[in-house]
């Protein structure tokens, strides 16, 4: 089981950029079937106006494998994947982003 999060937007309907969401929806990945189901809300304790405390967010992911946002910095993806997530960009609603994860690991 591997854990995906999403930084949302919009009041959770759509993908967002890393550095400016605030909050973030962890979902339950089952590798074997295909199974995505929620877990949790995470809501990130960096300054609400400072996308320079991506950091915050990062530590407040931690336990989560994959990430998947609209658009992130150079040094939190490089620093994302040195830590050993996934990173991942795409952009629109939710459950169309999840849908294009799902394709991809066919």
């Known amino acids: 089981m591997k854990k995906i999060v999403i930084a949302v937007k919009d009041n959770g309907v759509k993908v967002g950029h890393f550095g400016t969401s605030e ?7 089952d590798e074997n079937t295909g199974n995505i189901s929620y877990d949790t809300l995470i809501i990130s304790p960096k300054n609400r106006t400072s996308s ?9 992911i931690d336990m989560c494998d994959i990430i998947i946002c609209e658009k992130i910095g150079v040094v939190p993806k ?5 830590r050993g997530f996934e990173v991942i960009e795409d952009s629109g609603l939710i459950e169309e982003v999840l849908d294009n994860f799902l394709n991809s690991q066919k």
């Open 23 to 29: 909050n973030f929806i962890v979902y339950d990945y």
């Open 52 to 60: 320079e405390e991506w950091e915050k967010s990062a530590d407040a």
């Open 78 to 82: 490089v620093q994302f994947k040195e």
